[in-house]
């Protein structure tokens, strides 16, 4: 699950990506697989094994219910504050919805059953929340604290490194020369800290 959710923000929208991915060492550290589990194997699964994975019929789950007070919708607010607070604040998540279609392929509903349809939205909302995190406390401080998902995913994400795997460690360095190269070290210091 954590590969394809972290494919997916990566922007593999695809299963067949998978196939070329299942051998990446810098998605196998993301998804917390470094190794196989039999020797001729690679860590991470290939497209055939994420489609039953998206095929298999999920665990029950209790959706929550959010219901509006009739009242304290209809009670005396003024105009400024009804705008500012209900207005704004929706066409601001009509926009949310819309990068997560967009950049994270929420819209992407091309399976011939409703699960393996659900599952994928389910997936592309899980990018959705790891980019959000991401922008909320790694990118606070930076000039990509309000970018898109699809600007982040360009800028921090998708750029080329040297992955060098040891026998105890994998290494990564990047070109000195990233135009981005401060907000990857701020993001990563605050992500780092986040944990602790």
């Known amino acids: 699950v ?18 070329e991915l299942r051998h990446d060492p810098a998605l196998a550290v993301l998804a917390g697989k470094l190794s196989a589990g039999r ?26 219910r959010i219901a ?15 705008y500012e607070t209900i207005y704004c604040a929706r066409g601001e998540m009509e926009n949310r919805i819309k990068e997560c279609q967009l950049d994270l ?17 389910w997936f592309s909302s899980l990018a959705y929340v790891l980019m959000c995190a991401l922008r909320r406390i790694g990118l606070a401080e930076t000039e990509l604290a309000n970018a898109t998902c699809g600007t982040i995913r360009l800028k921090l994400l998708k750029i080329g490194a040297q992955v060098t795997r040891g026998v105890r460690r994998m290494r990564i360095a990047m070109a000195s020369a990233h135009p981005w190269q401060y907000e990857f070290r701020i993001a990563h210091a605050l992500l780092g800290n986040a944990g602790t």
């Open 68 to 82: 509006a007070d009739p009242a304290a919708i209809e009670a005396a607010v003024a105009a400024k504050h009804l």
């Open 105 to 121: 392929f929420a819209d992407r509903t091309s399976s011939a059953t409703m699960r393996a349809n659900q599952l994928r939205l």
């Open 39 to 64: 020797a001729d194997y690679a860590p991470l699964a290939g497209k055939s094994t994420l489609n039953r994975l998206e095929r298999s019929r999920p665990d029950p789950t209790r959706y929550a």
């Open 2 to 19: 954590t590969q394809r959710v972290v494919g997916i923000a990566l922007g593999y929208e695809d299963l067949i990506d998978h196939d």
